[in-house]
């Protein structure tokens, strides 16, 4: 019966999958509506093996004996998920040790890291190891400019890009990415992962985009979009993966678009709207039949 519980829970996480490429949620700009297709599949076998293992191998529920192969399956996801969790979390240290080591300027009256290379690259990189606090050092990260943007951009330009960078960090952008990340790396399997995942990167950019449009003119952001993304386009990227919130990613038209018309409805959300998360508890229910 414990086998049961997983399997449907893998069942689940599939069918919560496709239905996330329906045309009325595919169409939608909505954050909590791609957050939830993308996290709750995972959280629910995550929550499976977590009542499993708590449950045990041994006894009945509802007149079916326990085997100990679902509770060594249940044990094999929670092993894959914590491994993976603790091979990016030091993958992440070595990267925000690395930049801690970077260059500091400061560059329009702010202090950044400086990377040396002629490629136009601004993001918010690694977690800050300057910080007091573990939970302050998971809320700030490192903004990195590259050489080759500060002489591309002009300084109204690079102010722009700054603005952007800083939305994402106002928005705790760097650890949302880290455990939206985390939750890619473990649901590899899982049909539709990258297209959910670039749907919530995008809602992420276009916010801080929308933000960023608070203190600078919208068009200077458009334009140092379109300057940044002809000029890396032209050169190879020296850069691997463990960037954080980069200024430039993919669908250039939706957020230039966004810009020009001063869309805002991705930013309609309430906590609230998440209380359907609740849903990936229901393996704990299971818990009292077992005897």
């Known amino acids: 019966m414990h086998f049961l519980v997983i399997f449907l829970a893998i069942i689940c996480a599939y069918i919560i999958r496709y239905i996330s490429q329906i045309s009325f949620f595919k169409n939608k700009r909505n954050w909590s509506y791609s957050l939830f297709f993308f996290i709750a599949p995972v959280l629910l076998i995550l929550m499976s093996s977590i009542a499993i293992v708590t449950m045990g191998y041994k006894g009945q529920m509802w007149g079916f004996q326990a085997t100990i192969i679902s509770y060594i399956l249940a044990w094999l996801c929670l092993g894959f998920a914590i491994i993976n969790l603790l091979i990016y979390a030091i993958e992440i240290k070595f990267v925000s040790q690395k930049i801690d080591k970077f260059k500091e300027k400061e560059v329009l009256g702010q202090k950044v890291k400086i990377l040396e290379t002629s490629f136009p690259y ?5 977690f800050s190891t300057q910080e007091k606090g573990f939970l ?3 809320n ?3 903004l990195v400019l590259s050489k080759g ?6 300084k109204e330009h690079l102010q722009a890009v700054m603005a952007h960078e800083n939305a994402h960090q106002l928005h705790n952008d760097p650890l949302i990415f880290f455990c939206l990340s ?6 590899f399997w899982l049909p539709n992962n990258d297209i959910l995942w670039q749907d919530l990167v995008l809602l992420r950019e276009l916010r801080a985009d929308n933000t960023a449009s608070k203190s600078v003119d919208f068009l200077l952001l458009a334009e140092s979009l379109l300057i940044v993304t002809q000029t890396a386009m032209k050169e190879k990227s020296p850069l691997d993966n463990s960037m954080v919130c980069p200024f430039i990613n993919f669908r250039l038209n939706e957020r230039i678009d966004a810009l020009i018309n001063d869309d805002d409805s991705f930013r309609n959300f309430r906590w609230y709207q998440l209380s359907w998360m609740l849903l990936v508890f229901a393996p704990f229910f299971t818990i009292p039949f077992h005897h």
Do not use: E, F
């Not at 601004?122 to 690694?126: F, K, Q, R, T």
């Not at 943007?149 to 002009?154: A, D, R, V």
């Open 140 to 142: 700030k990260s490192y």
């Open 149 to 154: 943007l500060i002489q591309l951009l002009s």
């Open 182 to 187: 985390y939750c890619k790396r473990i649901t």
């Open 136 to 138: 302050q050092s998971l």
């Open 122 to 126: 601004a993001g918010l990189m690694g």
